[in-house]
């Protein structure tokens, strides 16, 4: 079954410093890959998605990620974070042959300290 | 604007007990997935339905079911509801076409706690 790793559980950052989070899937067809995030109390909400084309998508709130397809990686990053960035990060892969589910990591926890 | 809205964010049962939550999309979605969300396993998918009457397990069906009998709403049912059970419940949509296109859209959440 397909399977989607993000390296880090919990991370803690000052602000201005800068973000990447890994993420890694195991499938090797057709994907589209998506970063949601879940503010605390909110709703997860899409922070940026790649279906085709520049493997470099940039989301909202200065979020980017890159696709790169020999390493099965989506990593997300951001050149300096800001306490308001405090939340809960999901990676998620979708299957093009698997129909319309995603497959979810296990979520970092991002705290920046201000 | 994209609205997922879900019947209650917290609710308490006693073991045993049938559960029913239920989730309504305002944009003519036409798939809906429940989720439940558990600290350090990110979402796990239990049931989702890509048309009015149609239904698919997900990854962990077992002790679930599910019901769509509109196309905008999507409900979920514990026929007997147990400890193991207590968690974060996220309902989402997502449509075949548009701008938005197989992005989810994920409602509040209700968060069930099961005695």
């Known amino acids: 079954a397909q399977s989607v790793s993000q390296h880090n559980h919990h991370v803690i950052l000052s602000e201005a410093a800068s973000l990447e989070l890994g993420c890694n899937y195991s499938?090797?067809?057709?994907?589209?890959l998506f970063w949601y995030v879940q503010y605390p109390g909110q709703h997860l909400q899409l922070l940026l998605k790649?279906?085709?084309?520049?493997?470099l998508v940039k989301g909202i709130k200065g979020f980017e990620a890159e696709f790169i397809k020999s390493k099965f990686s989506f990593n997300l990053r951001k050149p300096s974070v800001q306490w308001s960035d405090t939340a809960e990060y999901f990676c998620?892969?979708?299957?093009?042959?698997?129909?319309?589910?995603?497959?979810f990591g296990a979520g970092t926890i991002l705290r920046v300290k201000s | 604007d994209v609205k997922v809205t879900q019947s209650s964010r917290y609710l308490v049962k006693r073991t045993g007990e049938k559960v029913f939550l239920e989730c309504v999309q305002d944009?003519?979605?036409?798939?809906m997935f429940w989720y439940r969300q558990d600290p350090g396993l990110g979402l796990r998918l239990i049931y989702f339905?890509?048309?009015?009457?149609?239904?698919e397990k997900g990854d962990i069906p077992e002790g679930y079911s599910v019901s769509r009998e509109k196309k905008e709403r999507f409900s979920l049912i514990l026929e007997s509801a147990s400890t193991n059970q207590t968690s974060m419940y996220l309902c989402?949509?997502?449509?075949?076409?548009?701008?938005?296109?197989?992005?989810?859209?994920f409602g509040p959440g209700t968060r069930l706690t099961v005695l």
């Open positions: 944009m003519d979605h036409e798939n």
């Open positions: 998620a892969v979708k299957v093009m042959e698997y129909g319309n589910k995603l497959v």
């Open positions: 790649y279906f085709s084309g520049d493997p």
């Open positions: 339905s890509y048309d009015v009457k149609m239904k």
């Open positions: 499938y090797g067809g057709t994907v589209n």
């Open positions: 989402a949509s997502s449509s075949n076409s548009g701008s938005s296109y197989n992005e989810q859209f």
